[in-house]
């Protein structure tokens, strides 16, 4: 498993932008497909976007799509969540994850390692 660390979060006005990444610490980063997830007050933790391994596929919540991007440097084992448009909804603690290799990248379960996280607050 990877280690995981995210960075990148902060209060931000509704309209701006962040972007968060993922580092990643252990053996084969650019084997694995990533997923970014988030875990609002009082809520479940949800899905947000994944990308598969060569970064070439990706995916998202209907919820983010057209306002997030999500993207990967293997090189620099590191992944991002280029996040546009933020709204007041969007704020949680965002969490970046490593896929399993197995099961669907919008199920929580098709993850088994995960960062503690990085708040992202959005205000009106």
């Known amino acids: 498993q990877l280690l995981l660390e995210e960075s990148g979060g902060r209060s931000v006005q509704a309209g701006g932008s962040l972007r968060l990444a993922c580092a990643a610490s252990?053996?084969?980063?650019?084997?694995?497909?990533m997923g970014w997830f988030r875990q609002a007050a009082g809520k479940e933790r949800e899905f947000v976007a994944a990308?598969?391994?060569?970064?070439?596929?990706?995916y998202y919540a209907d919820s983010v799509k057209g306002r997030f991007t999500i993207s990967r440097d293997n090189a620099k084992n590191t992944f991002y969540l280029q996040m546009n448009s933020l709204k007041v909804e969007d704020t949680a603690i965002y969490y970046c994850?490593?896929?399993?290799?197995?099961?669907?990248?919008?199920?929580?379960?098709?993850?088994?390692?995960w960062g503690r996280g990085t708040p992202v607050t959005v205000s009106s």
């Open positions: 994850a490593q896929h399993t290799g197995g099961g669907d990248y919008y199920y929580l379960r098709s993850y088994d390692s």
């Open positions: 990308i598969d391994w060569s970064g070439s596929n990706k």
């Open positions: 252990g053996w084969g980063f650019s084997s694995y497909a």
